[in-house]
Structures are given as structure tokens and as C-alpha cells.
């Protein structure tokens, strides 16, 4: 008992004590006015060499982090520098470092809050939709399957591949989850993931489930990477890496064996294990399926854990790249960071931000793989969640720690608290706040507490932000409705209905320009000449 109060005494003062340490190196430059005005002169001469990129994008790649908001970034980001050593508020992650950036309005059609499915219409379709739908437009309720079929929308994905481009999808949820789901789907609700899930009447009606759809009228996807195995098996079909389980389809399906079976003479390969995931040469490889889980990915501090082992999303979406660039034409590529949102509906912040980062660590792979003067990175969120941090925490506290109290902090119970609070969720509680003195709020599995106590924590209502670079990638300035994101990339690589306006607008412009400006530089040249004649 002694022993045990000595060695916590002791491993808090070594805390505090590397704590002041990095708090105070961190902070000395920052207490001289130049290393501020030094700073920030740097930032305006960057921002005016800035030139904007006017090419066609051949590539396009969209990094969402689902539930992504503006508090997420914050927080990921010092946890990213704290992780590294440093006090964390100074970092910057990727997508802090590209250069054009704006905001967008996230609610659905019928929701002031939205959900994954409506929101990814919305950035992948260009419509903005209603709540729990994905793939249709507004005059679809959600549930209704009749009025799918003649409000079906069409997305990025569907135009590129339309236009000679290889598309694929990298997600860390289920291949067949809304993000993934908005790009190649039609579904009046967006949980009819496999047949077990869809009402009797929607089939009667023709409506299919989303592994359905996948498989049967996607066959061009060249690149399929995430979780989701048992949505394409049937319960009598065993999971190879938990032999005790079986897959979810009732129609007897193995839809898996059917996406190979339609790929014979081609070269395509299902993997479903790590071991297996590294073997793959892209170089060999035209057509990748891999599905890590019968059901989403790890979070990525689970990942060592996994019995097969799993690829990480930085490693997904290395492969993906190589095997998508082989086409001349370029190249749609979706990097979903998915389990940021699922962190956070378990009231889990230390997975939602992990997993940030490891979603960090895909942009950085995108950003070093390709070339930026083709190809248009945009990384965004589809809607925010109630999670937000503060209190007046010194310099470098641990993110995933308690705020030290102060005058400033006066707690009306006395009892401590952390610095990330939900507000709502199932970190709440019926019989008060727990006292949190002793606890290890810093462990993977510590719930935040919440405001409203609630199954699951949810969707925040607020805009998310867009981050780019690329061709195009100066459209992103400003307040947009989310649909802006679709519509910038259709421009940007002059596809779907852009494919005209982009040759005419664009050349115009260029050509327009040019014109101006050399009747100008004439008549000035004139007027000096009748000056010096004069
Ligand atoms: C919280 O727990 C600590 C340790 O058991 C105790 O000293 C403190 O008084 C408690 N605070 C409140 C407000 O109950
Ligand atoms: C601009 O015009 C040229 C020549 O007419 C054409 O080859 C090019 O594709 C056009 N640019 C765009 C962006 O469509
Ligand atoms: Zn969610």
C-alpha cells in the first residue's frame, strides 16, 4: 500500500517534473515579440509566392475524417506533438500545412444535425440530402425504397471512372458504411449493408443491399480496402480469422467469391490478412480486395492486438495509390480516417484521436507520392461531433489529462475534471459526476464524461473545415454549402457535368486574360510614344 502511494508520488513528480521541462523549452523563443513577428512575416511571404494551380487535376484524392470537426483537429494535433515530446498546441498536422482552406455547412436536407450518409451525398454526389440516405437525393424519406429509383445521384467516383480514371476506396469502417457506401451506392437508409438488414418489402420492391451493389455493379473498382468481411458472407460460411463466427448474408451469398469469379483472366487478388497485404505487388496487382474484419477495422491503438494482423490506413493507402496510378488516364482515390467518429459516439476520445493521427499519417503518404501540380488533395470531415476541450489547462497539459485546478477553474462539486468533456454521450451519468481523483484518464479505454447521459454520443451541428492543394485547390476559401466539395473536384478535373463548361470557361479565361492584357499593354505603349511626340 506504502510502496504502491510512494511509486504514484514519484512517477507523478517525473510527470511534472519533464512536464516543466518541455513546457519551458517549448516557451522561451515564444517569450521574444521576434520569434512571433518573425513568425507570422514568413506566413504573409508564403501566402503571397502562393501561385495558384490552374491545370486540369488528373488525380483526385479525398481524405475524409469521419467526425473530423474543428475541435478534433485541434485536439489531434496536440496529441500528435505531445506524442513526439513537445507541449502539442504549437504542431501542425498535414492537412494544417496545405494551403487553401474553408468551411462548409454540414446540416441535411431534413436534420440540423446530419449523418454520414446524408453528408456524403452531399461532398461525394454534389446534393445535399436527407438524413440516414445515401447515394439519392431529397425526395427520397429515409426507408422509402420506391422513390430511390428515380433519385438516384451520381458520384465523383462514378464520373472519374466514367472518364477513363481508376477508382478505389480505403476506409477503416466497413467497405459497405456510409462514407465508403456514398461512392458507389443508391440506398434509401443507409444500414441496409447486407440482405439481413433490408426489409421484406424493399426487396419485393428491387431495392438490393450495399455489399450487393458493391460486387454486382461496381465491377470496375479497382481498389476495395477496409473492413466489412461478414456483410459479403453468408451464416453458413465460417470467418477465417475467428473460425467461431460466421458471416451476416441470409441469401446464402459469398459475395466475395463472386467479385473474384468476375475478375478471372484479370489480375486481381482478395486478401484478408496483413501477411498477405504486404505480399501484393501493385506492380502485379489491377483489381485489390481486402477486407481486414468481419466487421469495421481495429482503432488503430488496437491494432497490435489483432489476430491476423491489419494494414495501417497510411499502408492502404500506399498500396492503393500505386495500384491506381498505373492508369495514364489518373485516378479517384476515397482515404476514409472512419473510426475518428466511432472513437467519439463510444465516448472514447483516445481512440478518436489516435486514430487521427494514424489518418495523419495517410495524408502524409498521399502528400509525398504525388504530384501536386496534378493531382487535387482535399481532405475534410462530413459533420463535427459534441466533443470540445478547455478549462484554462497550462501550456502542454496532456490532452487526455486532467486541467489543474484555478481561480479561473472554480469546480462547484470540487471534483476534478478533464480536459476533454462531451456533450453528451455515454461517458454521462445518471447519479452525478464520478470523482475522478485516482483514475487513469489517460488510458485508451477512459469514456470522457458527458454532459447528457446518452447510449451514444452524437454528430456535432457546426461547419467542418476543407483543407487542399492541387489543381483548383484556391476555389477553397470562404463559407460553402458541403455540396462545393463534389462540384470542386468535377471542376478541378474538368469531369461529369464540368467536362464542357470546364473547356469553355477555362480556356476562355486563360485566353481572355492574355487578350486583355496585351491591348492594355498596347495602349499604354501608344500613350507613352504620344507623350514623348509631343
Ligand atoms: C474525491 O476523492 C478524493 C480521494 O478519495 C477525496 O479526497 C475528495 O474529497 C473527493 N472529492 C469529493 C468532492 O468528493
Ligand atoms: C483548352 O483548349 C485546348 C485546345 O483547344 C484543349 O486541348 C484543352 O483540353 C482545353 N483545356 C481544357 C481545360 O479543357
Ligand atoms: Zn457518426
Redesign the pocket.
Known sequence: MFGASVKFVLSVAVWLSSWTLNCSAQTEEEKQPEYWNNLAWQDIQDVLQLQPRTGVAKNLVLFLGDGMGVSTVTAGRILKGQLAGRTGEEELLEMDKLPYSALVKTYNVDRQTGDSAGTATAYLSGVKANYGTVGVDATVARGDCAASFTAKTTSILEHAHAAGKSVGIVATARVTHATPAGTYAYAANRAWEHDGKMPSEAKALGCTDIAQQLVEDNPFIKVILGGGRGYFTSTDQSDPEYPDQTGFRTDGRDLIQEWQDGKQGAAARYVWRKAEFDQVDPAETDFLMGLFEPDHMQYSLDNEDDPAGEPTIAEMTTKAIQILSKNPNGFFLLVEGSKIDLGHHFGLAAHALNDLVAFNDAIAVGKNMLDLDETLITVTADHSHMFGFGGYAPRGTPILGIVPKSDDNIVL???PFTNILYGNGPGGSLGGRQ?L??VDTADKNYRQQAAVPMKYESHGGEDVSVFADGPMAHLFRGLHEQVYVAHVMKYAACIGEYTEKCRTSRNQTSAGDQHTWSGFTVFITLLLLKTIIN
Do not use: L, V
Open positions: 462539486d470540487g471534483m470523482n481523483t485516482g
